[in-house]
């Protein structure tokens, strides 16, 4: 009795024991069911993106601005240094080559650790689980995703090699400082490729994939390096360094080298563009998807035009005077510097001279001569008297903006400007824009007025009344009468209130009279003008049905503006403006080209060796003229035609002779009107046209030669007056002069082409009285 006793007691513990060995196996295996299905086929492992940021390139190949924060760049196995690789192993997972993708070891260590409250712990995934985990899985900490992870492992393990894997792994895994890689982090934390890297540097970095902020040695130096020696130990004991490797790491203290990346778009208006055109086209992942922008923009052209503006709005901004401190008694840090400008904190008014303490603990002195341009602002057409103490202007504790000069051995007060302007420059051949900034500093205000900015353009506008005009057989020569004019209740007078009687058309434009651009537009007709605007590049519903249009109330763009002048310098094609010549993705390959139509497809790329003659040249010249030159010689490149290219010709809107004629009158208005401040660049190859509305809300100055087409644009974004005597050849034209004098400098002079099969001019003399 007492052995069945015993039996009846033992049976049942045994029963139950075996029951849970048998029930956790298959528990197991039918979670394996359940989750198998759901499990991403291999072949997308391969294919996984890589994060790479977004690149902007000019047309001379500089890398002018990056998007995307997050930084891959993805390494083949070979490149990878063996050390680096033994430095993972021993961070990370020291038994990789032997297991199948779970090591029950680390799971039970990294337990123990836990446990224990150690404060350096290896984790209990292995480099498998962890691919598992950064290709194919959520962050979440819940047993489904957990078991998740074990099983891809085990299935990337049957499908992928050890190199494979471990190549995927310092590819993605995400290492601190938006660097996903070990290539990425590499370039942010020490600045250097992977083959440049000391060990120290390589167990660094092998650290951070456990913790990347806790043991980030930017923000967490001391950690950082505890953990850094803690791996140098492990590689010790793993018999992956010698002593006296060890000893030499040890030793190294933290080095960094972070490059600077808060110049990561030098040219932002630029940027944004293409930023926001590749997020319109390919999604809000295009930011990290590793393309490549190729622009049109000339990178010295584009630095130029951004000082131009800034510069002349500057101009402006002073002329009306300082309008005081930013702001008195805040913090400093509240304010940014940009625009080469510094905010400062007043801690000291002299007679002479002021002290300030900037952003960085540093004390400068701003001397008289910094500060002596002062005047108090009144209003727009009021500044007070010259100060004659400096506090007269500053006081301590005022927030001012100061600015360095070239050498940073002194120091001027500054202000931001109120006024806001714009610039773009385009290839009257093709359309590209070569240079384009939307305002005085995209960092004080993102609009891109160039493109956004619907504004009136004044007398701007006349030289495509006057060109409908030059189309229906009018001349330069043609005589039109500046006299008053009613029409209805309306009666346009000239700015300066006198008329002048019978002109010839040429002088009337130069001299911009307002009563001949309506007596023209009443000779030609609206509705005509209206489809002669929109050819120019305007658009419908932007351009009124009455005769107000001839004196430049569409709304326009400055964008659209340039598309028309360009017509004049081109010899009368519509092209058609674009910044993108073409893209990569991540991989090298094209997936968009730009195929620009062009004016002049015979000009691409000829040389032409020509004999330069000053002679003026008239609407009579019946020779091709190029460069200003008058081409009688031999071609050295062979002319491209139309037939034999893979490149569009641009729409004729335009008689050549119509466009050259206007060319000519326009060149007119820099040696004899309202833009003669432009002769200072000191070429004969220019011309343009200024524009003011009414109360000077807006100032213009559009102007070209062969080559290179620029508008610019100066006003408030709350249209209001500019103030008195701030028309287009005051407050633009210098902006326009200071970008083409750089921009051309040095380039042969280039006027517009006659094509040597243009009709004749009719009816050269006809008179316009009424």
């Known amino acids: ?26 528990g197991f295996y039918g979670m394996y069911l359940y989750i198998a299905p759901s499990l991403p086929e ?17 047309s001379d190949n500089e890398l002018i601005a990056e998007y995307g924060g997050k930084l891959s760049v993805p390494v083949k196995y070979e490149q990878i240094p063996t050390e680096f690789i033994h430095a993972f192993l021993a961070a990370e997972d020291s038994s990789f080559f032997e297991h199948s993708g779970i090591s029950f070891k680390s799971l039970g260590r990294a337990l123990s650790e836990t446990v224990t409250g150690s404060d350096v712990q290896t984790g209990g995934s292995t480099i498998t689980m962890q691919v598992a985990k950064n290709y194919y899985l959520s962050p979440e900490r819940t047993l489904k995703r957990k078991l998740t992870e074990i099983f891809l492992a085990r299935k990337i393990e049957q499908n992928l090699s050890k190199e494979e894997i471990l190549t995927l792994y310092v590819n993605k895994i995400f290492l601190g400082k938006n660097a996903y890689g070990i290539a990425a982090a590499a370039k942010i934390y020490y600045n250097k490729s992977l083959e440049e890297l000391s060990i120290a540097q390589m167990a660094m970095i092998s650290g951070l994939p ?23 130990g492990r590689m010790l004991q793993l018999g992956y360094l010698n002593q006296s490797q060890y000893q030499q790491a040890i ?33 809000e992942q295009a930011v990290d998807s590793g393309y490549k922008v190729y622009t049109t923009i000339h990178s010295e052209r584009q630095t130029y035009a951004e000082q131009a503006v800034q510069e002349g709005l500057e101009a402006y901004d002073r002329r009306h005077g300082w ?11 509240k304010f940014r510097a940009y625009a080469n400008t510094y905010p400062a904190q007043v801690t000291q008014v002299g007679n002479s001279s002021f002290e300030a303490l900037m952003q960085d603990g540093s004390s400068v002195t701003v001397p008289w001569s910094g500060m002596s341009w002062a005047r108090r602002f009144r209003n727009v057409n009021s500044v ?50 070569e240079a384009i900034v939307g305002g005085y500093n995209f960092y004080q205000s993102k609009f891109n007025r160039a493109t956004q900015g619907w504004r009136q353009p004044g007398s701007t506008i006349k030289p495509f009344v006057y060109a409908l005009a030059l189309e229906r057989g009018m001349t330069p020569h043609t005589m039109v009468n500046d006299a008053p004019i009613t029409i209805g209740k309306w009666t346009p007078r000239n700015s300066d209130g006198r008329y002048l009687g019978m002109i010839p058309l040429r002088r009337a434009l130069y001299l911009s009279r307002n009563t001949v651009s309506v007596r023209l537009l009443q000779a030609v007709g609206i509705e005509r003008t209206r489809q002669l605007f929109m050819d120019f590049g305007l658009q419908d519903s932007q351009i009124p049905r009455n ?9 326009v763009l400055p964008i659209q503006m340039a598309t028309g002048y360009a017509t004049f310098a081109n010899g009368g094609y519509r092209i058609q403006p674009h910044f993108i010549t073409r893209i990569e993705d991540a991989y090298g390959n094209t997936i968009f080209e730009a195929k620009p139509e062009y004016a002049c497809i015979s000009c691409i790329n000829a040389k032409e060796e020509t004999t330069q003659t000053t002679d003026p040249i008239t609407a009579d010249d019946e020779a091709i003229v190029i460069n200003n030159t008058t081409l009688e010689q031999k071609q050295v490149a062979p002319k491209v035609s139309a037939e034999d290219s893979n490149y569009r010709q641009a729409q004729r809107i335009l008689k050549s002779s119509s466009a050259y004629d206007m060319a000519n009158i326009l060149r007119d208005v820099i040696q004899h009107g309202t833009g003669r401040a432009a002769l200072r660049i000191g070429r004969s190859d220019i011309g ?22 620029t508008v610019t644009w100066v006003g408030f974004d709350q249209p209001t007056t500019l103030g008195r005597r701030e028309y287009g050849g005051v407050a633009a034209l210098p902006i326009w002069t200071d970008f083409m004098g750089k921009a051309l400098k040095g380039q042969p002079e280039a006027w517009v082409r006659l094509d040597r099969n243009a009709k004749a001019p009719v009816n050269r003399n006809k008179a316009i009285q009424a």
């Open 1 to 26: 009795m007492k052995k069945l006793s015993c039996s009846g007691l033992v049976h049942p513990f045994f029963l139950i024991i075996i029951i849970i060995l048998i029930s956790i196996p298959m």
């Open 251 to 283: 030793a190294e203290p933290v080095n960094l080298d972070m490059p600077d990346r808060s110049t990561r778009n030098k040219f932002p208006y630029v940027g944004e563009m293409v930023r926001s055109e590749l997020v319109q086209n390919f999604g």
């Open 688 to 709: 343009g046209k200024t524009g003011t509305t009414n109360d000077a809300k807006d100032a213009w100055f559009a102007g070209f030669n062969g080559k290179l087409v």
């Open 384 to 433: 007070g008297g010259a100060p004659s103490k400096a506090s007269e202007i500053v006081k301590v504790k005022d927030i001012v903006r100061l600015r360095p000069n070239e050498n940073k051995t002194s120091w001027s007060l500054v202000q931001i400007p109120n006024v806001q302007g714009q610039l773009i420059a385009i290839n009257p051949n093709n359309g590209a824009i």
């Open 323 to 333: 309008r005081g401190a930013e702001a008195h008694d805040q913090p400093l840090d």
């Open 547 to 555: 005769y107000t249009i001839a004196l430049g109330t569409p709304q």
């Open 210 to 232: 456990k913790a990347p902020s806790r043991y980030n040695p930017v923000a967490n130096p001391k950690r950082a390096l505890e953990r850094r020696n803690w791996i140098l």
């Open 42 to 58: 291999m072949s997308t492992l391969k294919k996984a993106p890589l994060l790479k940021p977004l690149q902007v390139f000019s």
